[in-house]
């Protein structure tokens, strides 16, 4: 059974940063493409950051780029979000997910899914 966990969310000060981590179990780490998402109440969950298997290639939504760096440890079944600078419209639940794709951008192509971590970001 695949699981994803995250943890690393909580409150922060504009300005300030977050890590976010997510452990995977139940599956080959190291053959899925890893992502990260977020969802505010009412709107439609949003791409944040995606990581190739080997952690060469990287690719990040405008809103967040130059802020939010990607990684991953294959040896550790563990993907990161590093988060800086951080505004109040980061403030959603950030959601790790994986994708058995050797590309994937986009929320359909994700096969599995954690419960989320709250991110909020006061002003």
């Known amino acids: 059974q695949v699981q994803l966990v995250e943890s690393g969310g909580g409150l922060v000060q504009a300005g300030g940063s977050l890590r976010l981590s997510c452990a995977a179990s139940?599956?080959?780490?190291?053959?899925?493409?890893m992502g990260w998402f977020r969802q505010v109440p009412g709107k439609e969950r949003e791409f944040v950051a995606t990581?190739?298997?080997?952690?060469?290639?990287?690719y990040y939504a405008d809103s967040v780029k130059g802020r939010f760096t990607i990684s991953r440890d294959n040896a550790k079944n563990m993907v990161y979000l590093q988060m800086s600078s951080l505004k109040p419209e980061d403030t959603a639940v950030y959601y790790c997910?994986?994708?058995?794709?050797?590309?994937?951008?986009?929320?359909?192509?994700?096969?599995?899914w954690g419960q989320g971590t709250q991110v909020t970001v006061s002003s």
């Open positions: 997910a994986a994708s058995r794709r050797s590309v994937a951008g986009l929320l359909y192509e994700y096969d599995y």
């Open positions: 139940g599956l080959t780490f190291s053959n899925h493409v």
């Open positions: 990581i190739s298997w080997s952690g060469g290639n990287t």
